[in-house]
């Protein structure tokens, strides 16, 4: 079993939708992470999660936005969003950020289409 | 700039056959480290392995091997054996100690063995 669980695994939204996907780690870490992964593109960072506060920001959209209620749970809004949006967000920790190269953790994705 | 290059873009071998997935690095810390996941159909990437800039020791897990030349700045790994269970994409990646949190990813290699 993963130490980073994602909810929904699977969505799929309308462009007028609001939805949330779901992040919780069970690895005591203290940074939590947001990527998109698109077909044929890299991966790409979209938020970073330090002791609850964000601490990356990169360019993302604002019909993305996120929450971090505490070090364990992260929460990824959708709203309005557009079919080009539809990916797998993953969602990961690690210890703390790049000093110390701590390893990141990912969970399984959730996979959304966005119709 | 940091980044890594992943230049085979799909492999296919058959079953049994050793394979060699290349990574090619660019920094300018002295201080950095470097990963490999797997990613299988199922979408989670699994950490495999981390290996700091101070240690060049080649390691082996099972039938994975993994060989860190500093000089060609190169992080090449090995399955031998090849089993269908392998079949994944795998991606290379580097942070620098002075990175924060950005984990810098290689595109990927998306790897095939026939059974």
């Known amino acids: 079993e993963t130490g980073v669980t994602q909810t929904p695994r699977h969505l799929v939204m309308g462009m007028t939708n609001k939805k949330s996907l779901k992040c919780e780690q069970h690895l005591g870490h203290n940074a939590m992470y947001w990527y998109k992964q698109s077909a044929k593109k890299p991966l790409e960072l979209m938020f970073v999660?330090?002791?609850?506060?964000?601490?990356e920001n990169n360019s993302v959209p604002s019909r993305f936005s996120p929450e971090c209620p505490n070090s364990s749970h992260l929460f990824l809004h959708l709203h309005t969003l557009q079919p080009e949006d539809s990916a797998l967000y993953l969602c990961?920790?690690?210890?703390?950020?790049?000093?110390?190269?701590?390893?990141?953790?990912f969970g399984e994705g959730s996979w959304l289409t966005v119709v | 700039a940091q980044k890594v290059t992943q230049a085979q873009t799909e492999i296919s071998v058959v079953e049994k056959e050793d394979v060699t997935l290349d990574c090619v690095y660019e920094?300018?810390?002295?201080?950095?480290?470097l990963f490999w996941y797997k990613q299988p159909p199922s979408g989670e990437l699994v950490f495999l392995i981390r290996?700091?800039?101070?240690?060049?020791q080649n390691e082996i897990s099972g039938r994975y091997s993994w060989n860190f030349q500093k000089s060609t700045s190169s992080f090449n790994f090995t399955i031998t054996a090849s089993q269908v269970v392998d079949s994944a994409v795998y991606f290379c990646a580097l942070i620098e100690d002075t990175g924060g949190f950005k984990t810098i990813f290689g595109a990927g290699t998306r790897l095939f063995v026939k059974a």
């Open positions: 290996r700091n800039s101070f240690d060049e």
């Open positions: 920094t300018r810390d002295t201080t950095y480290y």
């Open positions: 990961a920790s690690s210890q703390d950020g790049g000093a110390s190269g701590n390893t990141i953790y």
């Open positions: 999660y330090s002791l609850e506060e964000r601490v």
